[in-house]
């Protein structure tokens, strides 16, 4: 079946730093969403991506849709204590697909 | 403007019982998905409702079913439960007329326990 595979598991660095991950699969996405869960909550979304190349910001989060369809990376720029989470990489398989494929989340512990 | 809510927020039930969760979506939204998410992994699509029918089905027994009502609002049974449901359980919510569920809103989620 269809399987996302995020990078790293976790991730533990020091406020103000830069933080990136990635998620991949061996087939082609048709969109790429990007949440962010705190515990005992559900996932919030952040960004949503539609086109190979392209590049979306929000705030001082930025994401890309992998050229060749089959990734997606996740940039946090001068981390704060509030992005302290676990982020999720999700995709649609294929055009009109309902379901969205999660991948195993990316657990971010900032030490101040 | 309200976002996704579920109920209950926690609930405990024992080997066989069975057990009703519910969603009501975000405003303007008139597809409901649900997820189940296990401790420490990423959630799994189980269906999603749309128009009062299942729109497509995951990797999921019949045992888990659904409804949705006229309002849009939802529910999951799961019935003859198993140790193996305990987890928390996600309803998301689309936007009308997305042609598809693009992008999902998701509720704080109900943490099923089952003993």
């Known amino acids: 079946g269809q399987q996302l595979n995020q990078s790293p598991q976790s991730m533990f660095i020091q406020e103000g730093e830069d933080v990136s991950m990635n998620c991949t699969s061996s087939?082609?996405?048709?969109?790429w969403l990007w949440y962010k869960q705190d515990p005992g909550e559900g996932p919030v979304l952040l960004i949503a991506?539609?086109?190979?190349?392209e590049l979306t910001s929000n705030g001082r989060l930025t994401a890309q849709f992998g050229i060749t369809r089959k990734d997606s990376f996740l940039n946090i720029s001068a981390s704060i204590p509030s992005d302290v989470g676990i982020y999720f990489c999700a995709g649609h398989f294929y055009q009109g697909a309902q379901k969205l494929v999660f991948g195993q989340g990316t657990r971010l512990t900032i030490n101040p | 403007d309200a976002g996704v809510t579920q109920s209950p927020t926690h609930l405990i039930k024992t080997r066989g019982q069975q057990v009703t969760l519910r969603c009501s979506p975000k405003s303007g939204h008139d597809t409901v998905s649900w997820y189940q998410q296990a401790l420490g992994q990423g959630p799994q699509f189980i269906f999603q409702?749309?128009?009062?029918?299942?729109?497509q089905r995951g990797n999921f027994p019949d045992r888990f079913s659904g409804h949705q009502f006229p309002n849009y609002s939802s529910e999951l049974n799961v019935n003859a439960l198993l140790l193996g449901d305990s987890a928390l359980y996600l309803c998301a919510s689309s936007p009308a007329g997305s042609g598809g569920s693009y992008e999902q809103y998701f509720g704080p989620g109900t943490r099923l326990t089952v003993t």
């Open positions: 991506l539609y086109k190979a190349g």
């Open positions: 409702y749309y128009e009062e029918e299942e729109r």
């Open positions: 087939s082609i996405f048709n969109t």
